[in-house]
């Protein structure tokens, strides 16, 4: 199963995230904190992100960009 962040906005796809069956099975909140802490790891830039009721516990953004993102929730 797959997981994707996109632009607040545009609607473009920022990254793309295939989960784990254990990470798949959990909540949507879940899933995309999961996808953006690989996101993080892999570099990419979540300007403009939507992460409204996204779940980024022990999440470490050292480095991050989330320059207008949104984080509602």
């Not at 607040?8 to 069956?21: G, H």
């Not at 980024?56 to 984080?71: I, Q, R, T």
Request: some cysteine.
């Amino acid at each position: 199963m797959q997981t994707v962040i996109k632009h607040r906005y545009t609607d473009a796809v920022l990254f793309t995230c295939e989960l784990p069956k254990e990470i798949a099975a959990l909540s949507a909140a879940k899933q995309l904190g999961y996808a953006a802490k690989e996101a993080i790891k892999a570099g990419v830039s979540f300007a403009g992100a939507y992460f409204a009721d996204a779940n980024f516990a022990d999440a470490n953004f050292a480095g991050a960009n989330f320059a207008g993102a949104n984080f509602a929730g």
